[in-house]
């Protein structure tokens, strides 16, 4: 089965940088869709960011649009998230998430709308200071 290693994360001073990555193995079909998602202490997990690799399509979410981007390295099976601009609220515990067999075209989701992810990483702390 699809199997996900996240790392990167660690303690950053707020206006720093990180950049996490997700390595990737074991798809069976060239469509699938890698998704970003946090947990926080106290709230509900929400993606934040997902690329198609049916279709090459991205998705951020409202609050780290402009200051996050993925990207994927297929050579090396792997997709990034480059977090600039940290804030102390974007502190929490980030999963990259997987999902294939079907079509996965981003634009076409409903909004709001989220895949429901069949594997996941084991997560890696973030932590901004303020």
């Known amino acids: 089965e699809v199997q996900l290693v996240e790392s990167g994360g660690g303690l950053v001073q707020a206006g720093g940088s990180l950049r996490l990555s997700c390595v990737a193995s074991?798809?069976?079909?060239?469509?699938?869709?890698i998704g970003w998602f946090r947990q926080a202490p106290g709230r509900v997990r929400e993606e934040i960011s997902c690329?198609?690799?049916?279709?090459?399509?991205?998705y951020y979410a409202d609050d780290v649009k402009g200051r996050f981007t993925i990207s994927s390295d297929d050579a090396k099976n792997t997709v990034y998230l480059e977090m600039n601009s940290l804030l102390p609220e974007d502190t929490a515990i980030y999963y990259c998430?997987?999902?294939?067999?079907?079509?996965?075209?981003?634009?076409?989701?409903?909004?709001?709308?989220?895949?429901?992810?069949?594997?996941w990483g084991q997560g890696t702390q973030v932590t901004v200071s303020s």
């Open positions: 998430a997987a999902i294939e067999g079907n079509y996965y075209s981003i634009a076409a989701r409903p909004p709001g709308n989220v895949y429901d992810y069949d594997y």
């Open positions: 690329i198609s690799f049916s279709d090459g399509s991205r």
């Open positions: 074991g798809f069976t079909s060239d469509d699938h869709a």
